[in-house]
């Protein structure tokens, strides 16, 4: 087995005041390496201690040298180097330049990632992609960059950097990291509430699988990203079962930021087929890690979630707390991706309690954010509720009106359950007028439209954090 040196608490190479023994004297010093830079190579590419270690090393001597308190000796730091494919000059500490090599720069990406800096992987991603780094580092710093994107909500720019990341790897024949791009890109494609999220999420997943060994810590992320996308075209049962295996291939469990988007499709999933008390322990939980993350935005989702399933259970004090916690998060971050969310929960919340004046208001506002960034679902969900308080207010005009515009937002992305949902909402409108032939014909449309194999949809209600 390869060797390593223990590092005493004291910082001393021996115990104090005691002679090196002859035993000792021609025992090897272990390398001075940079800190963190173990741990760092061995996320970059997705190993687990064991998976470092092999046979040859133990998995507690990789996690003493990547907790410091060993030193690695010149053979035992070949063989990580060569494991985890990073040169050895990305782990030795005062090494020239290492500031600037590729390997390092990335790794610092990584580590602001796994810490929640998004702004500080955005900030360093575009200092380096300045510098005169190999096609393959570029397309690896900008996969790490389009993710951070992601998280601060902006999709156009995420999408974009992980096409230009794919675009390498397909053609280099690196398998494993088209297939994160992808997973990458049906993110974005969520967000922006483009159909094709669930075809990117299923390429992907599909992707990954073809290599052999499938990389679990991957498959288990991909499995996530497409519970999602179904999550967002109301394909609940399948979703639920894609997070369960996503469960079940167990590694994404070590991730909390995973973890807890992975509660966060669970509970949504849950609420839409009815099991309420299971969609709201998943919320609570996503809740609570994204509070520990210290990741606003997510958290802003989670409070979203829980407000407005307890607008559903008529519970409106708790549930008001919730969303103007949410709305709040979203004011102080400037975020406005999916911030028209927010809104509409709290217009059904001041719909339920009958101010309807407050109601119309907030879905202004709500309208006026998906027309900036074009979110056609959350759009007719918005024109749909406006008809339903015109027709409560007795303003039969101004509700078919409202009606049509969320019908022709609908159409737009075809059939499924969001365009079967509008016309339920004005049949059931149409019925209460008296209309019963044109309540009628927008039923049979309804069941038309509503199509629960097809491939693509519309956005939840529920945001996933």
């Not at 999709?155 to 494993?176: E, I, K, M």
């Not at 959350?378 to 019908?407: K, M, N, P, V």
Request: glycine share 8%; net charge neutral.
């Amino acid at each position: 087995m390869t060797e390593i040196t223990r590092v005493p608490e004291n910082g001393s190479s021996r115990g104090p005041g005691k002679a090196t023994s002859g035993r000792r004297r021609g025992r090897r010093h272990g390398l001075e390496i940079r800190p963190g830079s173990v741990k760092q190579a061995r996320a970059l590419a997705g190993l687990s201690l064991g998976q470092v270690a092999r046979e040859d090393i133990s998995r507690t001597a990789i996690y003493f040298v990547e907790t410091g308190k060993a030193k690695p000796s010149r053979e035992t730091l070949e063989l990580i180097a060569q494991r985890t494919g990073q040169p050895l000059d990305f782990f030795l500490s005062g090494a020239g330049g290492l500031d600037q090599h590729p390997a390092a720069r990335i790794a610092e990406l990584e580590r602001l990632l796994v810490t929640g800096d998004n702004a500080g992987v955005v900030a360093a991603a575009q200092a380096a992609l300045t510098q005169e780094y190999d096609a393959e580092s570029e397309a690896r710093i900008k996969l790490l960059a389009s993710m951070a994107y992601l998280r601060q909500a902006q999709p156009v720019q995420g999408r974009r950097l992980a096409v230009a990341a794919r675009t390498y790897f397909d053609r280099v024949s690196n398998v494993h990291m088209a297939a994160e791009a992808l997973g990458h890109e049906a993110q974005a494609a969520g967000l922006l509430q483009d159909p094709s999220a669930v075809q990117i999420a299923e390429g992907a997943l599909a992707t990954c699988r073809t290599l052999r060994p499938v990389p679990q810590v991957l498959e288990a992320r991909l499995l996530r990203v497409l519970g999602h996308q179904l999550v967002n075209t109301q394909r609940w049962k399948e979703a639920i079962a894609c997070y369960e295996e996503a469960v079940v291939v167990g590694d994404v469990v070590q991730d909390l930021q995973q973890l807890s988007l992975l509660y966060s499709g669970m509970s949504a999933a849950h609420q839409e087929i009815g099991q309420i008390n299971e969609a709201t322990r998943y919320a609570q939980k996503a809740l609570t890690i994204h509070e520990t993350l210290r990741d606003r935005l997510s958290q802003a989702r989670s409070l979203n979630n829980l407000g407005w399933m307890l607008v559903g259970l008529g519970e409106f004090a708790a549930a008001r707390s919730h969303l103007a916690r949410a709305l709040r998060i979203f004011e102080e971050q400037a975020g406005e991706l999916g911030k028209s969310t927010i809104f509409m929960s709290l217009a059904e919340l001041e719909f339920a309690q009958g101010d309807l004046g407050r109601a119309s208001t907030l879905v202004a506002d709500a309208l006026a954010l998906t027309s900036r960034h074009g979110e056609k679902a959350t759009a007719s969900e918005a024109h749909s509720l406006l008809g339903r308080i015109a027709a409560r207010q007795g303003h039969d005009a101004a509700a078919d009106e409202a009606f049509s515009a969320a019908l022709a937002a609908a159409e737009t992305l075809g059939a499924g359950p969001r365009l079967t949902q509008v016309h339920e909402a004005y049949a059931e409108v149409l019925e209460a007028r008296g209309d019963l032939v044109a309540a009628n014909r927008h039923l049979r449309q309804a069941i038309a439209s509503h199509r629960p194999a097809a491939p693509y949809g519309l956005e939840s209600r529920i945001a996933i954090a």
